[in-house]
């Protein structure tokens, strides 16, 4: 695992952005996990620039959902899926056949962690991922106590995802379940990054990077990452005694 830190979190999202585009240049068919939530945020919306500069053609790649609120349609701004929309598809122009999302709204969601596990299959696996951390240290919505090998999952979400996640919500919203990949994805992706910034991220990172590898806190599952670096603006990265 390598940690790189940025002084700010502008220079934390350019990184991001180019990394992104360097893999499209490398490989326009990849297939991309890319998740929604603040911190990416200016990351998508620096990549129509940056893609443009370097002339990289996004209508190859393939794009998969890291996770989705159960019970919420995608026409709730607070979805991930309108998240997505609006920050990076409708953007980049990427067609309705280039992504596959979960569906928040499915009445079964078993045959739904079965039906996105297919289509990673068949795609061929995850080419980059890219992803944040919460404040109790998930990923995606791999909550702490998840099992590493988990896949494709539905899962209780946690009491502080439940709290944190209100912020994506214009009104107060009910929380409960979540689908999501697993941390067998994240491992078996070829790349992942894991971004954070800001000070209110400093004590988890520490405890992701410099505190036991457990599933307790699951961002730490991917310093078994061959390929998984880390990406911080100093504040996020105040607290690691490394610095
Ligand atoms: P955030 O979410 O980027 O909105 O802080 C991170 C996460 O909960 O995974």
């Keep these: 695992m390598a940690l790189r830190v940025y002084r700010n979190y502008d220079a934390l999202s350019h990184a991001a952005a ?3 585009v360097l893999q499209i240049k490398q490989n326009p068919i990849s297939v991309l996990c890319l998740a929604a939530g603040e911190t990416p945020r200016l990351t998508y919306n620096l990549l129509p620039e940056i893609a443009d500069k370097e002339g990289v053609d996004f209508s190859r790649c393939r794009f998969v959902g890291l996770d989705e609120w159960l019970g919420i349609p995608d026409t709730n ?5 309108w998240f997505l929309r609006e920050n990076l598809f409708a953007p980049l122009n990427i067609a309705p056949r280039q992504i596959n999302l979960f569906d928040g709204m499915t009445k079964d969601p078993a045959e739904e962690c079965r039906r996105m596990s ?5 795609c061929g696996g995850i080419d980059l991922m890219l992803v944040g951390i919460g404040l109790n240290g998930h990923i995606g919505f791999n909550e702490p106590g998840v099992s590493e090998d988990a896949h494709v999952h539905v899962t209780e ?5 439940r709290s944190v996640g209100q912020k994506y919500f214009r009104e107060a919203t009910v929380l409960q379940r979540g689908i999501t990949l697993g941390l067998r994805h994240l491992l078996e992706s070829r790349k992942a990054f894991m971004m954070a910034a800001g000070a209110k991220k400093a004590g988890i990172i520490r405890l992701a990077l410099e505190g036991s590898i457990t599933t307790k806190v699951p961002a730490s599952i991917l310093r078994k990452h061959a390929c998984g670096d880390v990406l911080l603006d100093s504040e996020a990265a105040s607290m690691l005694t490394v610095i």
């Design 118 to 122: 297919r289509r990673i299959v068949d």
């Design 77 to 81: 701004e607070g979805s991930c899926a």
């Design 18 to 20: 180019a990394e992104i």
């Design 157 to 161: 979400l946690d009491e502080t995802t």
